[in-house]
């Protein structure tokens, strides 16, 4: 029953932050509104997206499974490389977001190699 209602809640969480994403890609400013953020607090929600980030990195440590490891790189790449591009198609400094995107990117071929080379299904 426990497994059904924790499935149940990560579906839920998954509809809800699908509907902010197409948002944010859709209407970047009006989203802003409709998810109550603030700009002028932006240095404050990115502290706490930092702190989750770590405990996200934390847990998958703990966790020592490659198929957790595989897509937390493959999310991190998606989201240095992304951030990389903002600012790259602005010219601004981009150098730090780039390079950890292409770095998550090489510890993910490695970790597809290591489930590949150990018979694991991805």
Partial sequence: MMGQLTYIALAITVI??????????????????????????????????????????????????AKFSTFFF????????????????RNLPHFKHTITGLLALGALGISILALVTSGTAL
């Fill in 74 to 89: 493959a999310v991190c790449a998606f989201m240095g490389l992304y951030d990389g591009w903002i600012y790259r198609s």
């Fill in 16 to 65: 809800i932050t699908g509907y902010y994403a197409v948002l944010f890609i859709r209407d970047p400013e009006t989203a802003m509104v409709r998810a109550t953020h603030r700009p002028e607090l932006l240095p404050n929600v990115m502290t706490g997206r930092y702190i989750v980030m770590f405990l996200f990195a934390f847990g998958v440590l703990l966790l020592d499974n």
